[in-house]
């Protein structure tokens, strides 16, 4: 992946419409700006613009809402509070086609709406823009960015923090275990729900007590009141849940099994196009169109029939002129002068051997068979297959989509929990019409605890019948527990020593002190890593300075992108903080060009100052500094580095 463009439209510091542009052929961009100019917005709008709510930098933003997040960023010195982000890029090298999406919001309204759009090849694809978040999620999973896309000085908290938490999460998300461990989160949650659906004393109690409530209530107006609010918050926190859900359905290709029988209807269609032209294609082939293949011949056909029939022409006017003379001169009583007729005849050449002998009405087709019918149809068949590639373009494309991997099973359970959360808000805005329709009468809040007697009567009855199927399934969900743990150490015990190598490779790299650490390993069950010198002995973590440890990190980082083989672009936000000068020199020169094959850095001057620009100048293909407005508050973008 390679990003061309990103655009920011009054998007958090960055006011009005700021555009970066990367042409150039080298990996590294360089984008220099003071604290609090815009870098870390530059990095956020980029996992903005490809995964939205499901974007880490959001997980981590501590907002409750994704509405909240993007509101958050709207710039406020524009009064049409309209933002958007956007950003162009290749998906790689063998696929010539640029993507653009597009996010856009207006921060003037309480309720965020956020509107995606996705053009694939300068043309909107309705696919991509219904489908964004699967599709992304299936190419670029966003559980990976991190390795690519990192804060330098988040880097450094990390290097100093003895648990070593956040590397083991970042450890198990390229092994795929973050998969086997959602599946077991799932598992018991199920476990822990269908456990209080079983029948028990309490239940009784509570019937009980609704029961006994019934005969006594008497509340006032203004409980009502109370429920209708505690009613709302409830729906919020509802609808909050279905928000993430439904983004979960929508990037596990939810959607898509919607629209497939729609697609395979369009697969369908343009089959049936492509089979029409390839017909037709046969019929043109087997009319006048292979003659094209001997057009020259034709041209020399028709030639030499007009000069033989030129001749035969003159041949039979220089017989009229002869016999004309003859007549003449016996009418008029002259001798005959042969040397005239010796003239004419000697003038036409009549003797011109007939090689086809091709009548007029022949050489008339023949020409306007050259000319007009097999020209149409060459301009047929030009058309005919130009559209056939086309469609053939179009059918490669919805094959590929069919192709997608999906878990029905997991998407109908995500639907059906969605659709009785969706019944469920349903029921209580339901519930808080009738509040206000019953507030003048105490009779309302009586009708409610009858119902919710009602439902736990049943819910009772209910445990009554489930019991035993809860008891065996609580069984089985503790035997596949089991399962998946084995199978979770199986797979971290082959994968970490590959890892652990990799990791060893990127830190000799990079270190100055080549004697200190000889080796790396990572332990395949707690995926702990551990330091080993050169005698075999281990170093113990508390004696790296912090540049030792942060250089760790940023191998570890760059190990990971390896082994986890997708081609991302890499994005560094203040690189080099805490590394002494022989370190950054290491990752300026052996790290920064060999990252990616594009490699953004964002930097203060006192990170990259001259001389390290210097260093890295050769690789430099795009140059950006952020320049701050303390009169407007607000962030522009100029060619060239800040030093420059």
């Not at 050489?363 to 297959?385: G, T, Y």
């Not at 179009?394 to 639907?415: A, C, G, H, M, R």
């Not at 009858?450 to 399934?473: A, I, Q, V, W």
């Not at 170093?539 to 082994?563: D, F, N």
Request: hydrophobic share 35%.
């Amino acid at each position: 992946m390679k990003i061309k463009r990103l655009t920011l439209h009054n998007f958090g510091v960055y006011a009005g419409t700021n555009v970066f542009s990367f042409e150039g052929m080298k990996p590294i961009v360089l984008i220099g700006g003071l604290n609090g100019r815009g870098k870390t917005t530059f990095l956020e709008a980029i996992l903005l613009s490809l995964y939205g709510a499901n974007s880490f930098a959001y997980r981590e933003s501590g907002y409750t809402t994704y509405g909240q997040y993007l509101k958050s960023y709207v710039n406020q010195n524009d009064a049409s509070f309209d933002t958007f982000v956007e950003m162009e890029f290749l998906m790689s090298k063998d696929d010539a086609d640029i993507y653009k999406v597009r996010r856009s919001w207006n921060g003037a309204t309480q309720r965020i709406h956020e509107i995606v759009e996705v053009e694939k090849a300068g043309i909107r694809d309705d696919f991509l823009t219904k489908n964004w978040g699967m599709f992304i999620e299936n190419v670029l999973p966003s559980a990976l960015s991190s390795f690519f896309f990192f804060d330098g000085e988040k880097i450094a908290e990390l290097a100093v923090d003895n648990t070593d938490e956040q590397l083991k999460d970042s450890i198990r998300s390229m092994l795929g275990l973050s998969v086997l461990d959602r599946l077991s989160g799932d598992i018991q949650r199920t476990i822990r729900r269908n456990n209080k659906q079983l029948i028990n004393n309490s239940d009784l109690v509570e019937v009980e007590k609704s029961q006994k409530q019934k005969s006594e209530l008497n509340q006032k107006l203004e409980e009502i009141d109370v429920r209708i609010l505690e009613l709302d918050e409830e729906i919020n926190q509802l609808e909050e849940a279905n928000e993430k859900e439904q983004l979960r359905y929508s990037t596990h290709g939810g959607d898509i099994v919607a629209q497939r029988h729609e697609i395979l209807e369009k697969r369908a269609v343009i089959k049936e196009k492509i089979n029409q032209i390839e017909q037709r294609l046969v019929e043109i082939s087997s009319q006048s169109l292979p003659l094209m293949l001997i057009g020259d011949l034709i041209d020399d056909v028709i030639s030499c029939s007009k000069e033989e029939q030129e001749a035969i022409s003159m041949k039979m006017v220089a017989g009229r002129i002869n016999s004309l003379y003859k007549q003449y001169a016996k009418e008029k009583g002259v001798p005959v002068d042969r040397k005239f007729l010796n003239y004419v005849n000697s003038s036409i050449k009549g003797d011109r051997p007939i090689v086809y002998g091709i009548s007029s009405h022949v050489l008339f087709d023949i020409e306007n068979l050259k000319s007009s019918r097999m020209e149409l149809e060459i301009q047929q068949a030009h058309q005919m297959l130009k559209e056939y590639n086309e469609l053939i373009k179009q059918l490669n494309d919805i094959e590929s989509y069919l192709t997608v991997d999906i878990n029905e099973k997991e998407l109908s359970d995500l639907f059906k929990s969605i659709k009785e959360r969706e019944q469920v808000i349903l029921s209580k805005k339901v519930e808080i019409g009738q509040l206000r329709q019953e507030r003048a009468s105490v009779n309302g809040e009586c009708i409610r605890v009858t119902s919710e007697l009602g439902r736990m009567t049943e819910k009772m009855l209910t445990g009554l019948e489930t019991k035993d199927d809860n008891e065996r399934y609580f069984k089985y969900s503790q035997m596949a527990l089991r399962v998946i743990e084995n199978y979770t150490y199986r797979l971290q015990e082959r994968k970490t020593r590959q890892l652990a190598e990799q990791i060893t490779t990127c830190y000799k790299t990079l270190a100055s002190k080549k004697n200190l650490i000889n080796q790396v390993l990572v332990d395949p069950a707690s995926l702990v890593m551990s330091y080993i010198d050169y005698d075999g002995e281990e170093v113990p973590k508390t004696s790296l300075s912090a540049g030792e440890k942060q250089l760790m990190v940023i191998s570890i980082l760059w190990a990971l992108a390896i082994c986890s083989k997708k081609k991302l672009p890499v994005i560094i936000d203040t690189p080099l903080s805490r590394l002494d000068s022989n370190h950054r020199k290491a990752i300026i020169k052996k790290y920064f060009p060999k990252a990616s094959e594009q490699t953004i850095i964002l930097s203060t001057d006192s990170e990259i100052d001259q001389s390290y620009y210097e260093m890295m100048k050769k690789n430099v293909g795009d140059e950006y500094t952020l320049e701050y407005d303390d009169e407007n508050k607000c962030t522009t973008i100029k060619k060239g580095y800040l030093i420059g």
